[in-house]
């Protein structure tokens, strides 16, 4: 009864998370306009850097260049942003070159390209095999409860790392990681105790 409660409060939880709006959390949307802005401050006296001459490298997931040493656009308040469309989702490494007269600074502005209308429903078919392996193993046994578990922390470990694509903000994203790592680790407890009681 525990189990039950967990994941249907779980799976309410998750359908929040996957009807909230998709911000921008160093994340873009697919076949849109995706500003990438970085800010230069100096922090003596607090005022934006604005004499730096920046430019911007992206890589695609197998290191190919996209963009090599392209300027970015010079802002006020010392912001320099770049626009790109993207028609490709995924992981995309991107380091910002700036020489401020001399003084280089880089910087690591990687981000990840999603498509909304995935996403919405990529949470939600997450839970099928799990929730589909725990209510066998009600019926069946324990070794199908326990994998569900494993397949719980399989897929925390995989939101944590951002293989699958950003909920709106690191918190969920890293809230959820937690959730699935949690419960997939009480399945597997829980199934571990019932197995070796069955043993004795």
Same mark, same amino acid.
């Given at each position: 009864?525990?189990?039950?409660? &967990?994941? !249907?409060?779980?799976?309410? $939880?998750?359908?929040?998370?996957?009807s909230a709006d998709w911000l921008d959390?160093?994340?873009? @949307?697919?076949?849109?306009?995706?500003?990438?802005?970085? @800010?230069?401050?100096?922090?003596?006296?607090?005022?934006?850097? +604005?004499?730096?001459?920046?430019?911007?490298?992206?890589?695609?997931?197998?290191?190919?260049?996209?963009? !090599?040493?392209? =300027?970015?656009?010079?802002?006020? +308040?010392?912001?320099y942003n770049y626009s790109i469309n993207?028609?490709?989702? /995924?992981?995309?490494?991107?380091?910002?070159?700036?020489?401020?007269?001399?003084?280089?600074?880089?910087?690591?502005?990687?981000?990840?390209? +999603?498509?909304?209308?995935?996403?919405?429903?990529?949470?939600?078919?997450?839970? &099928?095999?799990?929730? =589909?392996?725990?209510?066998?193993?009600?019926?069946?046994?324990?070794?199908?409860?326990?994998?569900? /578990?494993?397949? $719980?922390?399989?897929?925390?470990?995989?939101?944590?790392? /951002? $293989?699958?694509?950003?909920?709106?903000? +690191?918190?969920?994203?890293?809230?959820?990681?937690?959730?699935?790592?949690?419960? /997939?680790?009480?399945?597997?407890?829980?199934? =571990?105790?019932?197995?070796?009681? *069955?043993? *004795?």
């Amino acid at each position: 009864m525990k189990k039950t409660i &967990i994941f !249907f409060l779980f799976f309410i $939880l998750l359908i929040n998370l996957v009807s909230a709006d998709w911000l921008d959390d160093g994340s873009c @949307q697919l076949n849109t306009n995706c500003v990438l802005t970085i @800010q230069y401050i100096n922090l003596t006296t607090a005022q934006g850097i +604005s004499n730096g001459n920046c430019t911007i490298n992206i890589y695609n997931q197998n290191s190919t260049a996209l963009l !090599f040493n392209t =300027s970015m656009l010079n802002l006020t +308040s010392g912001f320099y942003n770049y626009s790109i469309n993207m028609n490709e989702t /995924g992981r995309f490494p991107t380091f910002v070159n700036c020489d401020f007269l001399g003084d280089v600074d880089r910087s690591d502005e990687t981000f990840i390209v +999603s498509d909304p209308n995935y996403n919405e429903w990529l949470y939600l078919l997450l839970l &099928i095999i799990p929730i =589909s392996l725990f209510l066998i193993g009600r019926k069946e046994g324990i070794a199908y409860t326990m994998l569900g /578990g494993f397949v $719980l922390i399989t897929y925390g470990i995989a939101v944590f790392m /951002g $293989l699958f694509p950003r909920l709106p903000d +690191s918190f969920l994203t890293e809230g959820l990681a937690v959730i699935l790592f949690g419960i /997939g680790f009480y399945l597997i407890l829980d199934s =571990s105790i019932k197995y070796v009681k *069955e043993v *004795e």
